[in-house]
């Protein structure tokens, strides 16, 4: 089993779409929780951080279920300038561990 | 812009020979940690940089090696490549490591090849 995994997508949506991904890892110990987004052939560049209590930036919102070691991403009114990959990432101490992403196509 | 520069931006290397990566880091960061991302994967951590000591190392083979200097700029050393070693490296610079607020910020990446 994979210590991060997420949705396989791709997401593929019209604008203006909310969209959600999931993701769940495997270590109990993991301390820290983010979201990365991806553009095609550039580097990760953080999206947000994920705290227990939930957090919202905008139109984006993040949540984090220690119990059942679940993160989820919800975008609310989606752009096309939203398209591409997320990548969930997981930290214990300073192991950070990536999911391998999914991604989102926001179409007119 | 995150402030990380990488370099080169680009390199082809033959299988057998040895690369040098180099990275700054974003001013008042100390820690630097590479990261090997394949096409259509997820960054895999190589191994991390706290004030110029090893403090982390990813499943990588010893011929995977770094450095890191007074001024945390850093090196990531390949030696014997193989094909496999083929992907995207990146750095990332962070205040710290590890603990709730610890955030890292990506360099643009170096792409290899080795044929």
């Known amino acids: 089993r994979k210590e991060v995994e997420q949705d396989p997508g791709p997401f593929n949506v019209p604008e203006g779409a909310t969209v959600a991904f999931n993701c769940t890892y495997s270590?109990?110990?993991?301390?820290?929780f983010f979201w990365y987004r991806q553009d095609c052939r550039k580097e990760p560049k953080l999206l947000m951080s994920v705290y227990s209590s939930g957090n919202e930036d905008g139109r984006f919102t993040a949540q984090l279920n220690r119990a059942s070691q679940y993160i989820s991403l919800l975008i609310r009114d989606s752009k096309l300038s939203d398209s591409a990959t997320y990548l969930c990432?997981?930290?214990?101490?300073?192991?950070?561990?990536f999911g391998a992403g999914t991604r989102l196509t926001v179409k007119p | 812009e995150t402030g990380v520069t990488q370099s080169p931006t680009h390199l082809i290397k033959t299988r057998g020979q040895q690369v040098t990566l180099r990275c700054s880091s974003q001013s008042g960061h100390n820690t630097v940690s590479w990261y090997q991302q394949a096409l259509g994967q997820g960054p895999q951590f190589i191994f991390q940089y706290y004030r110029e000591e090893e403090n982390g190392r990813g499943n990588f083979p010893p011929r995977f090696s770094g450095l890191q200097f007074p001024n945390y700029s850093s090196e990531l050393n390949v030696n014997a490549l193989e094909l496999d070693d083929s992907a995207l490296y990146l750095c990332?610079?962070?205040?710290?490591?590890?603990?709730?607020?610890?955030?890292?910020?990506f360099g643009p990446g170096t792409r290899l090849t080795v044929t």
């Open positions: 990432v997981v930290t214990n101490n300073n192991d950070m561990r």
């Open positions: 990332a610079s962070s205040l710290g490591s590890g603990g709730p607020t610890y955030e890292q910020y």
């Open positions: 270590n109990s110990a993991s301390q820290s």
